[in-house]
């Protein structure tokens, strides 16, 4: 268990949709990461927050964001879904230092019908 | 813009075989560099990392990476694989000034058969 939390585990849902990942980083991180693990893309960063800020942007669709909230919790929202946004989303957790190294999350399952 | 390739797709050994899977990035600054292993269904966990100094890290599970600066390799060895090894590894870099996103390669499916 690395103390990162994801809810949910599996989410089931349809074309056209909006959903909300919700990640919950290890304590004393302010750090968090998001990424998706699809099979054609294999794993790739999206967007990075530190400490209630946006800190890097990766390959991230404009019809998704992110934010982290005071309490260093973090969402990524996915709009207007197609069916090629269904995959694994990890969001990873770190201290944010120059040598700190990131911790990963079970995932969020995404699956667009 | 920065690559990893990982050129194992799948490997399959026999338990107790060595096991070495190739890492090489394409970036001629400093980096930092990690392997990490992701088990069927689970998460992605941290097997090693290397920022700096003993080129050879030691990791968990008794796994090992060299980094070779000239080759802009970080392989990854073990010298016997169980059948608990089974897994997909990945190797993943961060350019140490810039973002500290992670980039990763496309993944080493292992398979160990008993």
């Known amino acids: 268990d690395s103390g990162v939390t994801q809810t949910p585990k599996h989410l089931i849902t349809a074309t056209g949709q909006r959903v909300t990942l919700r990640c919950s980083p290890r304590?004393?991180?302010?750090?968090v990461y998001w990424y998706q693990q699809s099979l054609d893309q294999g794993l790739q960063f999206l967007i990075q927050?530190?400490?209630?800020?946006?800190?890097a942007k990766g390959n991230i669709l404009e019809r998704f964001s992110a934010q982290q909230f005071p309490d260093l919790h973090s969402e990524l929202n996915l709009s207007s879904l197609e069916l090629g946004d269904s995959a694994l989303y990890f969001c990873?957790?770190?201290?944010?230092?120059?040598?700190?190294?990131?911790?990963f999350g079970p995932g969020t399952r995404l699956t667009v019908l | 813009a920065q690559s990893v390739s990982q050129h194992n797709h799948h490997v399959i050994l026999s338990e107790a075989a060595s096991l070495e899977l190739g890492c090489n990035y394409s970036?001629?600054?400093?980096?930092?560099l990690f392997w990490y292993v992701q088990y069927p269904g689970q998460h992605l966990q941290l097997l090693l990392k290397?920022?700096?100094?003993?080129?050879l890290v030691k990791g968990i599970k008794g796994f090992e990476a060299e980094f070779i600066k000239s080759k802009f390799s970080f392989n990854l060895r073990k010298p016997s694989v169980q059948w608990s090894d089974t897994a997909e590894y990945f190797c993943?870099?961060?350019?140490?000034?810039?973002?500290?996103?992670?980039?990763f390669g496309s993944g080493t499916r292992l398979q160990v058969q008993p």
């Open positions: 990873a957790s770190s201290v944010g230092g120059a040598t700190d190294t990131q911790y």
């Open positions: 304590s004393g991180d302010l750090s």
């Open positions: 927050y530190y400490n209630g800020e946006e800190r």
């Open positions: 970036y001629g600054g400093t980096v930092n």
């Open positions: 290397y920022f700096s100094g003993d080129p």
């Open positions: 993943a870099v961060i350019l140490y000034t810039g973002r500290r996103a992670l980039t």
